[in-house]
Nanobody, 125 residues
Framework: QVQLVEAGGGLVQAGGSLRLSCAASGRTFSSVAMGWFRQAPGKEREFVAAITRSGSITYYKASVKGRFTISRDNVKNTVYLQMNSLKPEDTAVYYC??????????????????WGRGTQVTVSS
C-alpha cells in the first residue's frame, strides 16, 4: 500500500508558475510508476503527466507539453509537477497517482492503484 499526499496548490495569475509535490509513504516508492491527473468542475478527471519508475521516461497531455514538467526523487519518495505559463484552463484539483504494476498505460485512470486527495490550483485571468 502507498499513501500519497499532495501539496503546493494555490491561486496564481495567468502566466505564473506553481510547483506541486506529492509525498509517498508505504511501499517502496521506486517500484511505482507515478502520474498526475486533474479534474475541473463538471468535467472528468483527466491525465496530465506520468513518469516511469526510474524517472527516465515521461509522458504529457498535449496541451501541457512544454509548459509542465514531471520529475521524481526516489530518495525523498516524492514526485513533482512544475507548472509554468499557467492558463485559466489549467484550473482544477490536481491529483497524484501511483501505478504499482507500471502497466505502461499511463494515460488511463484505471491503471492507477493509489490516489492522493488532491490539491486545488486556480489560475486567474
Amino acid at each position: 500500500q502507498v499513501q500519497l499526499v499532495e501539496a503546493g496548490g494555490g491561486l496564481v495569475q495567468a502566466g505564473g508558475s506553481l510547483r506541486l509535490s506529492c509525498a509517498a509513504s508505504g511501499r517502496t516508492f521506486s517500484s511505482v510508476a507515478m502520474g498526475w491527473f486533474r479534474q475541473a468542475p463538471g468535467k472528468e478527471r483527466e491525465f496530465v503527466a506520468a513518469i516511469t519508475r526510474s524517472g527516465s521516461i515521461t509522458y504529457y497531455k498535449a496541451s501541457v507539453k512544454g509548459r509542465f514538467t514531471i520529475s521524481r526523487d526516489n530518495v525523498k519518495n516524492t514526485v513533482y509537477l512544475q507548472m509554468n505559463s499557467l492558463k485559466p484552463e489549467d484550473t482544477a484539483v490536481y491529483y497524484c497517482a501511483g501505478d504499482r504494476d507500471a502497466s505502461g498505460n499511463y494515460v488511463g485512470r484505471g491503471s492507477y492503484d493509489y490516489w492522493g486527495r488532491g490539491t486545488q490550483v486556480t489560475v486567474s485571468s
